[in-house]
């Protein structure tokens, strides 16, 4: 069973930053897609990055130029940087990978003044 661990999170400012990491058991961490997830009160959840083994990545279009994601296989973490965040970002952030057909417990981000 892997397990994936999420932490980081919290609540900040309008126009704070944020870590998010993401320790996941599996051998096979370097070679596989991971992604971070959010949903949002009453709404679904939605892709917010992916990074690929070799280090591409996509972005939803909602966070592009202020989340970039990021990992470093030697630890089997990932990791997101999220700057410039607003009310909007606030959710539950979830890491997995659906090639592993495992997802985190998630943490919780809140954005508010």
């Known amino acids: 069973q892997v397990q994936l661990v999420e932490s980081g999170g919290g609540l900040v400012q309008p126009g704070g930053s944020l870590r998010l990491s993401c320790v996941a058991s599996t051998r096979v961490f370097g070679i596989i897609p991971m992604d971070w997830h959010r949903q949002a009160p009453g709404k679904q959840r939605e892709l917010v990055a992916r990074?690929?083994?070799?280090?591409?990545?996509i972005y939803a279009d909602s966070v592009k130029g202020r989340f970039t994601v990021s990992r470093d296989d030697a630890k089997n973490t990932m990791f997101l940087q999220m700057n410039s965040l607003k009310p909007e970002d606030t959710a539950v952030y979830y890491c997995?990978?659906?090639?592993?057909?495992?997802w985190g417990q998630g943490t919780q981000v809140t954005v508010s003044s």
């Open positions: 997995g990978s659906a090639d592993l057909g495992s």
């Open positions: 990074i690929r083994a070799g280090g591409s990545t």
